[in-house]
T-cell receptor, first 114, second 114 residues
Framework: ETGVTQSPTHLIKTRGQQVTLRCSSQ?????VSWYQQALGQGPQFIFQ???????GRGNFPPRFSGLQFPNYSSELNVNALELDDSALYLC?????????????FGPGTRLTVL | AQTVTQSQPEMSVQEAETVTLSCTYD???????LFWYKQPPSRQMILVIR??????QNATENRFSVNFQKAAKSFSLKISDSQLGDAAMYFC???????????FGAGTTVTVRA
């Protein structure tokens, strides 16, 4: 196990609702990245937080937003859920932003939108 | 934008045999990082091996080794002496030195036959 935890494990929502996913980073890590993994596909980068600031964003609409807290844990919020938001949401933490800083992944939250 | 292509959706290997997974990528940059991640069923994604583009020597981690061909933009993974625990989805990923996100391929499912 990597030491990165995510909650909840599974979640079922209906279209139009809002959801919050949580991630606790590994001890000593100040960077958290969020990825969306649709069934049978590779993860797609949503955004990254470094020391409580958003550090980069992928091609996701503004209804995907996030936070990082002083203890470096993080939340991913998705508003106005759509059916296509159904996916495994992964967070990954790393010690910093250097290329040699490995991203350690959590087990993911499986979101189903009905 | 960087594109990572894994052309083999599935590969099957006999226990104790060797299997090679293919990955190609598209980039205009000269310095970057390449990764292979393993995602077992219902388990966390873990880093298998990493290659820095400026290093000519191919990375090796125990039974896992890569064949990095920079000019051809190819980065294959060889799993030697395959074990039942190697069964998983394997993802090739790219990271620029100027960016912090990982760009993943679509993955290759590896099945190990006893």
């Amino acid at each position: 196990e990597t030491g990165v935890t995510q909650s909840p494990t599974h979640l079922i929502k209906t279209r139009g609702q809002q959801v919050t996913l949580r991630c606790s980073s590994q001890s000593g890590h100040n960077t958290v990245s969020w990825y969306q993994q649709a069934l049978g596909q590779g993860p797609q980068f949503i955004f990254q937080y470094y020391r409580e600031e958003e550090n980069g964003r992928g091609n996701f609409p503004p209804r995907f937003s996030g936070l990082q807290f002083p203890n470096y844990s993080s939340e991913l919020n998705v508003n106005a859920l759509e059916l296509d938001d159904s996916a495994l949401y992964l967070c990954a933490s790393s010690r910093g932003l250097a290329g040699t800083d490995t991203q350690y992944f959590g087990p993911g939250t499986r979101l189903t939108v009905l | 934008a960087q594109t990572v292509t894994q052309s083999q959706p599935e590969m099957s290997v006999q226990e104790a045999e060797t299997v090679t997974l293919s990955c190609t990528y598209d980039t205009s940059e000269s310095d970057y990082y390449l990764f292979w991640y393993k995602q077992p069923p219902s388990r966390q994604m873990i880093l298998v091996i990493r290659q820095e583009a400026y290093k000519q020597q191919n990375a090796t981690e125990n039974r896992f080794s890569v064949n990095f061909q920079k000019a051809a933009k190819s980065f294959s993974l060889k799993i030697s002496d395959s074990q039942l625990g190697d069964a998983a989805m394997y993802f090739c990923a790219y990271r620029s030195t100027n960016d912090y996100k990982l760009s993943f391929g679509a993955g290759t499912t590896v099945t190990v036959r006893a």
